[in-house]
Nanobody, 118 residues
Framework: QVQLVESGGGLVQPGGSLRLSCAAS????????MNWYRQAPGKERELVAA????????NYADSVKGRFTISRDNAKNTVYLQMNSLKPEDTAVYYC???????????WGQGTQVTVSS
């Protein structure tokens, strides 16, 4: 059974930092590109950051470049999202997503709430 379990969300003041984690099970983690998406109330889900399965190449949405860092630890089957200099507009539910580089299979986590407010 494939599971993606996010953790690390919470309430933080503007300018603060959070580190999200996503632990994967039931997949061969090293064969999956990993992504972080977010969805704010009333808005569509958007891709925030991505990291490839083999080279570890990363990509970011323009709105988070220079503030967020995605990384992965294949030995721990875990992907991270370090979020610095958080802004109120970063408030959203953050979702982990795994996409196979071999098939069309993908999986989603249940999401973790991030709230940036003073």
């Amino acid at each position: 059974q494939v599971q993606l379990v996010e953790s690390g969300g919470g309430l933080v003041q503007p300018g603060g930092s959070l580190r999200l984690s996503c632990a994967a099970s039931g997949i061969t983690f090293g064969r999956y590109a990993m992504n972080w998406y977010r969805q704010a109330p009333g808005k569509e889900r958007e891709l925030v950051a991505a990291i490839t399965s083999t080279t570890g190449t990363t990509n970011y949405a323009d709105s988070v470049k220079g503030r967020f860092t995605i990384s992965r630890d294949n030995a721990k089957n875990t992907v991270y999202l370090q979020m610095n200099s958080l802004k109120p507009e970063d408030t959203a539910v953050y979702y982990c997503n795994a996409v196979s580089r071999i098939t069309t299979f993908q999986a989603w986590g249940q999401g973790t709430q991030v709230t940036v407010s003073s």
